[in-house]
């Protein structure tokens, strides 16, 4: 409390021009008090102008008022400052770079709270205090501490710009209005501020509309991703899982494999062992009569020779020479015939199972079949959908969509909600005349044609489907023969960069192909030019 009571009193012996206490004090006619140099210094400032006025109140004198030093008010502030109750303003109170500065304190300034439009000065809480005490200042307009004041006065005529002129799109001063703005469509800036503010407001909630959109947009975005990883992961392991399977399984056969063939090669090779020792006995025998014979041959003993030539004459049955075991060969080219199918089976089918080769039939393009499904944030005027969002239709009295930053204003077109990656197929059945088109999501909605035009740009592919076909990007137009159908088929292989058009009846044409890089991913997109009742609807697809 004596704190408080300490401030308060040394508040009243301070200089209301410097905020310290007083230096010299002198007291002027109104009752208000200054220092001596910052009351000097004041009216030195104001001897340009006819008078003098006090800055607290705005009191005003016509001749320079004699300054005598008020010895009283001196003492009790010397008594003041002998008690050591002086404390300078908080440092935080002066003005440092960047701080907006008090025009009217002297020495060190403090920060200024406002500045007036009227004074084109900065005041600190201390000096502001005439400004809501004094009826003079009454009508002045505060605003917001503030260093550019200058840009609110007028550089032809030295007076507040207060007035904007909606001719010219700026801001005037009142004699502005009467010269050069004369006749101009012009309002107070007041006013102007308040229409603005409403825009404001509108532009404010497009863009948090936007921001939400964005938002939500990369949340799904997010979605997707994660479900492209999990599905990524599955697919790794299950595809892991699958092989190891299968190289089990052909390890198993490798090794049944070998097996018999190692058994039917030990049977054959021992059933030829046994018909070698046989061969080798009769070999022996044979041998072993030879040498007999002809030991027989050269006896002299005639009745011997007779008696033992009946025996030894007589040979002993042969063993049947061998022959090439026809059936045991035969075997082993079986299983390496067998072994050879197998494997060209095999490679033909993970050959055509991971082939990347575009679909030549359209059994073949089914097996990449998309459902379409169109935005109806996206869909220009005179566009109705139907058929759970697959189906578009012109109709010229439709102007009912609300204002949406994905929407098509000055084109009936519109885009699929999905973005497309990968390898994907759809067909279009068109009734009469309609563009079938591919883009990225980032492509303008307004503004210049070429923009957001599907074909004009380099974000977006068009097969115009009129009287013939033309192929249409980056406002290139090619002109393209083939079979008119009603219905066109779309082949897509974003990470190839692979775009084709089909004419899709009995059999199917390749109307043109696109062979580029994709950097986003891909929207389906529709156009129709009329008249009402055109359509163009995504099949379904088995």
């Known amino acids: ?91 935080h109170c002066y003005a440092g770079p960047g701080d907006v500065a008090c025009d009217f304190c002297t020495g060190r300034k403090l920060k200024a ?8 000065a900065s005041y600190c809480d201390q000096h502001l205090q005439p400004h809501y005490e ?55 800036a007041a006013a102007e501020r308040t229409e603005k503010q409403k825009e404001l407001g509108e532009s404010w909630q497009r863009i948090q509309q936007r921001v939400q959109d964005l938002e939500k947009d990369l949340k799904e975005l997010q979605q997707e991703t994660e479900t492209i990883n999990r599905s990524a992961d599955k697919s790794v392991e299950d595809s892991e899982k699958i092989f190891t399977e299968l190289i089990q399984l052909i390890e198993k056969r490798r090794s049944d494999v070998k097996q018999q063939i190692r058994s039917q090669q030990k049977i054959d090779v021992s059933g030829i062992k046994d018909l070698q020792e046989k061969l080798y006995q009769e070999i022996t025998e044979l041998k072993r009569k030879d040498a007999e014979l002809e030991q027989l041959s050269r006896t002299e003993d005639h009745t011997h020779f007779l008696h033992s030539y009946r025996t030894l004459s007589k040979l ?15 075997y082993f080219e079986d299983v390496a015939e067998a072994l050879t199918v197998a494997r060209d089976k095999m490679y033909a089918i993970f050959t055509e199972t991971w082939s990347f080769a575009e679909p030549t039939t359209r059994a073949q393009f089914l097996r990449y079949s998309r459902a379409i499904t169109l935005d109806p944030n996206t869909a220009g005027t005179f566009l109705v959908l139907s058929e ?27 885009l699929s909600k999905d973005g497309l990656t990968g390898r994907c197929y759809w067909e279009v059945e068109v009734s009469r005349v309609a563009d079938v088109a591919v883009a990225y999501k980032s492509m303008r909605r307004s503004g210049n044609f070429h923009a957001y035009a599907f074909g004009y740009n380099e974000k977006s592919w068009a097969l115009l489907c009129h009287s013939g076909y033309t ?59 009329g008249p009402d009742g055109d359509t163009a609807e995504f099949c379904k697809l088995e």
């Open 471 to 529: 192929f249409r990007n980056d406002d290139h137009n090619l002109s393209i023969s083939g079979p008119k159908s009603s219905r066109i088929g779309v082949y897509l292989d974003h990470s190839a960069g692979i775009l084709s058009f089909y004419s899709v009846s009995e059999t199917m044409t390749l109307l043109h192909r696109v062979q580029t890089t994709f950097t986003e991913p891909l929207h389906a997109g529709l156009y129709l030019c």
């Open 388 to 414: 759970g969002n697959r189906k578009v239709t012109f109709d010229g009295n439709n102007k009912t969509y609300p204002e949406h930053p994905d929407r098509f204003f000055l084109r009936p077109q519109v």
């Open 134 to 188: 004094s009826p003079a200042f009454k009508k002045h307009k505060l605003l917001e501490a503030s260093v550019n004041l200058q840009e609110n006065i007028c550089s032809r005529h030295d007076e507040v710009m207060n007035i904007f002129c909606r001719t010219d799109q700026q801001c005037i001063c009142f004699l502005c209005s009467l010269d050069e703005h004369k006749g101009h469509n012009t309002v107070s």
């Open 113 to 120: 709270s406002k500045s007036c439009l009227q004074c084109l």
């Open 1 to 91: 409390m004596a704190q408080q009571r300490n401030q308060a009193n040394e508040k009243k012996f301070s200089c209301s021009v410097c905020l310290d206490l007083l230096k010299d004090p002198v007291t002027i006619a109104c009752g208000h008090n200054y220092c001596m140099s910052c009351i000097q210094t004041h009216w030195d400032i104001e001897d340009q102008k006819t008078s003098y006025s006090c800055p607290q109140c705005r009191q005003t004198f016509y001749t320079r008022p004699a300054l005598v030093k008020n010895t009283m008010l001196a003492e009790l502030v010397a008594e003041l400052k002998r008690t050591g109750l002086q404390a300078p303003p908080a440092d």
């Open 316 to 330: 002993p049955e042969s063993t049947d020479s061998p022959r090439p075991n026809i059936y045991c060969l035969q």
